[in-house]
């Protein structure tokens, strides 16, 4: 676990209309034809039989959705970040992949407990120790994570990217 450490619980954070709207509406379709180019491991993906068109995950970013993000406490004020939340719905995946190699931190933080069946995968560990608003923090996004929905509740989850240069 040495690439991921859980910095605390934030939930006093999270406003709790951010998952409802996120979870009434429709962001933008997680396609894997959006990672040609982008993640290396696209062509092998498709190739084991990933369809390109299918959408697999929801996604969120600031023009999906009406609400700003305030600074994350856990962050100085005035850090360059950029956010995203990724909603599974029971059935679907963020299928495996391997992020950027840019200097950066990525936060995690679950805007719902844990639940059996929502699985989240990332450098060879299965991460289910967690509670709404808790946040892990990545050392970068260079190793292989994944996560897929097979319970019978919504997944929303947020990722914060900050940048270290
Ligand atoms: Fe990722």
């Given at each position: ?105 990525l936060y ?20 289910n120790d ?36």
């Amino acid at each position: 676990m040495d690439n991921i450490k859980k910095i605390g619980n934030f939930k006093d954070w999270v406003d709790p209309a951010w998952r409802e709207e996120i979870i009434s509406k429709e962001g933008r379709p997680g396609i894997m034809a959006e990672w040609k180019g982008r993640h290396d491991v696209y062509n092998k993906m498709i190739a084991g039989g990933w369809d390109p068109s299918v959408v697999y995950w929801w996604h969120y970013q600031p023009q999906h959705v009406s609400f700003t993000l305030p600074t994350p406490p856990w962050l100085k004020e005035g850090c360059k970040i950029k956010w995203w939340f990724v909603k599974l719905i029971p059935g679907q995946v963020n299928p495996l992949h391997t992020d950027s190699k840019e200097k950066i931190k990525l936060y995690w933080l679950p805007l719902q407990d844990y639940e059996f069946g929502h699985v989240f995968l990332i450098d060879n560990q299965l991460i289910n120790d967690y509670v709404l608003g808790d946040v892990f923090e990545f050392n970068g996004g260079n190793f292989p994570h994944g996560s897929s929905n097979i319970s019978t509740s919504v997944r929303v989850t947020l990722v914060i990217k900050e940048y270290l240069e």
